[in-house]
């Protein structure tokens, strides 16, 4: 004999459907469809399998707790929270865990649609299942992206950040050499086409970005550093004493590598490491570390981040190699070997657009393309958001493993992060060493460690 189900059961029939009319039902889905959005894993506890259920319950208190713990960090010590986030050996199976709680999501939600007797709801069969589909698809994609970006950006960092150890003030800054090369098929070598450093404020993130012209001659190295043994009175090899500073990566390279045997196993070379030496006695800053963009590898990152805007000056050519004349026509010029131009006005680039907008050297000069570059890296920057990084994470990461090589040791990835969040609500700095203020071929290099002091002290 059956169980006679007491009226005020009937009016909440979770567990005992079978004389519940088709509106209850209705009611009862709606419910089983929230429970399973909000709590998952609490709809079988009340109405289903509780075995189940209490597994389900169990991984989202889990990540709810995870949640409240990463605020508690963001809060209190970002640096704490983006170690665990870089740390393989904790975000690896962190992310892990995630994707299997995304899968046991959709288990959930299929045993929901079980739990909710499609075929006794009459008309309103449709919006449940709409519904539940919606919530538990949004349920599950995010948390499994949250775990399958944790897994990414891991493995993207152990990646580019190699050494150990981490990074050692000085005067209170960390002071990075940021190189910008291009070795593609059409060049001979790699020779710097940007050179900067980028002086970071240890507790602030003021950060200034001291940018070098690439022509910068009569060039001297740090004393005591192995280069400064080969030319102690300035760098001159093979150019009759007026040598560039951007020729130092190549000569060192390809004449005096003996000079570093070791740095290859600290994640240099020895170019970067003469380069190093030289910046240094320019500027009188204690040069941490260097990051070495292939500006090859840089079209990929713009594609990755959907393009960029740049309000274009002056119209340049893409492609030629031959110099350029002038021209009583649309464009300021003639260059008979260009493949097409970029106008002047607002313009939408891709990465190859971008690429030639910034390295172009027809119909325009070296000093306008440090500019053109400096703008190009302001405008990336700006565009790399958090929305950007969530939509984007995974394209963004591919093409920046092929873009940054660096020997910035691992322990100190979590500070820098936390130091460029507070760089970029302050904005960057920026101290031009170009003409007229400082003459490449006859530089005053007392008054370019003047400017350099005088700004460090503004922005500290």
Known sequence: MSRRIPDGEINTPFRDVNRATSKQMAKRAWWIIALNFVVPGSAQVVAGNRRLGRIGIFFTFGFWGFLLISLLLALVSKIALFSIFTTPQIAIPLGILFIGYAFLIAVLALDSLRLIRLNTLGATRPIVLVALSITALFSSFLIGTIGSTTITASSFLSNIFTNSGSMEQHNGRYNILLLGGDSGSDRFGLRPDSIAVMSISATTGETLNIALPRNL???????????????????????????????????????????????????????????????????????????????????????????????????????????????????????????????KGKQHMDGRTALWYARSRHNTNDYDRMKRQREVEAIVLKKIDLPTLAL???????????????????????????????????????????????????????????????KLKKYK
């Open 392 to 454: 984007r994470f995974g394209a963004i990461a591919g093409a920046s493993a092929k873009l940054i090589r660096t020997d910035i040791p691992n322990g100190s990835v979590g500070e820098l992060i936390n130091l460029a969040l507070k760089a970029k609500s302050k904005g960057i700095r920026s101290l031009q060493l170009t003409y007229p203020t400082i003459q490449a071929d006859n530089p005053d290099f007392g008054l370019i460690r003047k400017l350099i002091g005088f």
């Open 217 to 343: 001659t009569h060039i001297q190295f740090t004393k005591g550093t192995p280069i400064h043994k080969v030319f102690p009175y300035g760098f001159n090899h093979d150019c009759g004493g007026d040598c560039m500073i951007n020729a130092i990566y190549k000569a060192t390279i390809d004449h005096y590598s003996y000079l570093y045997p070791d740095a290859h196993k600290h994640g240099s070379t020895s170019g970067i490491e003469a380069t190093k030496s030289a910046v240094q006695w320019v500027t009188g800053l204690k040069i941490n570390a260097y990051v070495l963009i292939n500006m090859r590898s840089f079209t990929g990152l713009v594609d990755a981040l959907g393009g960029i805007d740049v309000n274009v000056k002056k119209a340049l050519p893409i492609g030629g190699q031959q110099d350029c004349y002038p021209a009583d026509n649309s464009h300021e010029s003639i260059c008979p070997d260009a493949m097409s131009w970029i106008e």
